[in-house]
C-alpha cells in the first residue's frame, strides 16, 4: 500500500529513484522506528525493482539472532543466501568465494575464541536456505543447531584485530557478487531487512558507525534501519557509510498543535490496512469480512487513534478486541470491546514506565521535541515515544499512553469494565 502524502513523498518511490539502474550503485538506509511499517516497504520495493535486478529480499530474523548479530555474520548469512538464490535461479555456480568467505569465518573464529574445532557444513547450510526470492523466505530452524556465531561477541567484533577479517569476509562476498551478476545476466539488489531490531546503542553504532563493511558490498544494497541514525547526534557518524538515508515515518494520524484536528488521509491508510486483513479467500481460512460487519461505529477510529500510526500496535489492537469480543460470544466487536483491548496494550507498555519517564513524556506531548538525556534515547527505541518525520521532525507520547499522563484529549480515556 502507498504510504500517506504525496507520491514524491513516499519512501519506496524515492528509493526507486535512487535505485535506478543508470545511476551508480548506491548502500541505502531505510530508516524509522521499530514496527513502523519498514519490512512492507522493503517487500513493495522488491516488487517494483525486479524488472530491472536480480532482487534478494533477506529477512535476517529468519537466519540470526539480530538483537545480537555482528558483521562477520552478517556478512556471510549474506553471502549463503546469495550463492544459493543464484544456483535456483540458474544452476550450478562456482564455489570459490563461499568457500573463501566461509574460511574466514572459520579461521576467525579459531584465532579470537580458542575454539579449534569449530566449522561450518557448508553443505549442510546450502540446503537450509530454501527460497529467498521473492515471496519472501521460509524460517530457517535447522540453523538452530549449526552454532557459527559462537564467541564472537560484542566485545570482539569491536577490537580492532578483527578488522582484517572483515576486510577479507567483505572482499570474499563481492567476489561472489560479481560471480554471481556475471551467472544470472543481471545486477544485483540486495534488500536486507531486520537489522534495524537491535535495541542495544551499543550494537546499532557496531553494524552502523564504527565498522563500515554494509557500505563496502559492491553491488546496490537497501537496509532497514533503526531511527536513531536519524536523530541521534552520536549515531551519526554512520551517514559517511551510506549514499543517503530515506526515513519512513509513522503515520501521522493527528496535527501536531491540536490532536483534535485527525489527519484524514492518515486514518485512511490505517483503515486500509484494517481492509486488507479482513480480506481472505473463500477457503480454510474463511471469507472475506467488512468493517461494518465486524465493527461497531467508530470503534475502528478509536483503535486507529490507540495505535500512534504504528501499524503492528493497530493489528495488535484488533487481534485483542477480536479475543474480547468472542470472550462475551459477540457478533461483532463494541466500544466496550475495544477498550479493552486499548487497555490491555496500554498495560504493556505502562510495566515499564517509571515516574521519571511520565515525566519525560509528558514533557514531549506539551513541547513536541525530543527530551535530552539517554532515557528519552530508550523511550524512542521502544516506541514510547514517537516521532514523525513528515514536513517536520516533531515528537509526541504515544497516543494510547496519554491517559496515563494526565492529558487530553486521549485515544481514550474510559477504565476497562
Known amino acids: 500500500m502507498p504510504r ?70 552478517v556478512l556471510f548469512m549474506i553471502g549463503v543466501v546469495i550463492h544459493q538464490a543464484a544456483e535456483q535461479a540458474v544452476g550450478t555456480i562456482d564455489r570459490t568465494p563461499l568457500e573463501e568467505l566461509k574460511q574466514t569465518v572459520e579461521r576467525t573464529v579459531h584465532a579470537h575464541t580458542g575454539n579449534t574445532q569449530f566449522q561450518i557444513d557448508l553443505d549442510k547450510l546450502l540446503r537450509a536456505v530454501a527460497s529467498w ?11 538452530v543447531s549449526l552454532g557459527f556465531t559462537l564467541g564472537l561477541d560484542l566485545k570482539l567484533m569491536r577490537s580492532p584485530t578483527v578488522d582484517r577479517d572483515l576486510e577479507r569476509a567483505t572482499e570474499a562476498l563481492n567476489a561472489l557478487i ?54 541521534d547526534l552520536s549515531q551519526q557518524g554512520g551517514r559517511r557509510h551510506f549514499g543517503e538515508m530515506v526515513p519512513l515515518s509513522n ?45 461497531a461505529r467508530g470503534v475502528v477510529n478509536e483503535l486507529i487513534m490507540a495505535s500512534g500510526g504504528i ?45 521519571g519517564d511520565r515525566a519525560l513524556l509528558k514533557e514531549a506531548h506539551r513541547t513536541h521535541q525530543r527530551p535530552e538525556g539517554p532515557r528519552a534515547e530508550e523511550l524512542i527505541r521502544h516506541n514510547y515515544l514517537l516521532s514523525y518525520l513528515n514536513e517536520t521532525i516533531w515528537f509526541d507520547a504515544h497516543p494510547i499512553l496519554w491517559p496515563l499522563l494526565e492529558v487530553s484529549p486521549s485515544p481514550s480515556s474510559a477504565e476497562e469494565r
Do not use: W
Open 311 to 355: 501499524v503492528s500496535d493497530l493489528i495488535r489492537l484488533v487481534r485483542l478486541a477480536i479475543v474480547e469480543a468472542e470472550m462475551e460470544g459477540a457478533g461483532r466487536i463494541e466500544r466496550k470491546q475495544a477498550l479493552r483491548a486499548i487497555a490491555r496494550l496500554r498495560r504493556l507498555y505502562e510495566a515499564a514506565m517509571t515516574p
Open 178 to 231: 560479481r560471480v554471481v551478476e556475471g551467472s544470472v545476466g543481471r545486477s544485483l539488489l540486495l534488500i536486507v531487512d531486520d537489522l534495524d531490531e537491535s535495541r542495544q546503542a551499543d550494537m546499532i553504532r557496531l553494524n552502523f558507525v564504527d565498522k563500515p563493511y554494509l557500505g563496502r558490498i559492491a553491488c546496490r544494497a537497501v537496509y532497514a534501519a533503526p531511527i536513531e541514525l536519524y536523530y
Open 4 to 73: 500517506p502524502g504525496r507520491p514524491a513523498e513516499q519512501p519506496a518511490k524515492r528509493l526507486e529513484v535512487l535505485l535506478d539502474p543508470r545511476k551508480p550503485p548506491q548502500r541505502l538506509l531505510l530508516i524509522g522506528h521499530r514496527a513502523s511499517g519498514k519490512s512492507t516497504e522493503l517487500t513493495y520495493l522488491a516488487r517494483l525493482m525486479e524488472r530491472d535486478y536480480f532482487v534478494l529480499r533477506i529477512p535476517l530474523n529468519d537466519l540470526l539472532d539480530v538483537e545480537k548479530t555482528n558483521p562477520l555474520e
Open 133 to 143: 526470492r521473492m515471496p519472501p523466505a521460509r524460517p530457517l530452524p535447522e540453523l
Open 251 to 295: 503515520v501521522r494520524l493527528f496535527d501536531r498543535g491540536d490532536p483534535e484536528r485527525k489527519d484524514r488521509e492518515g486514518f485512511r491508510f490505517m483503515r486500509e490496512v484494517i481492509h486488507k486483513r479482513l480480506e481472505r479467500p473463500d477457503g480454510p481460512q474463511g471469507p472475506s469480512y467488512t468493517e461494518k460487519a465486524v465493527f
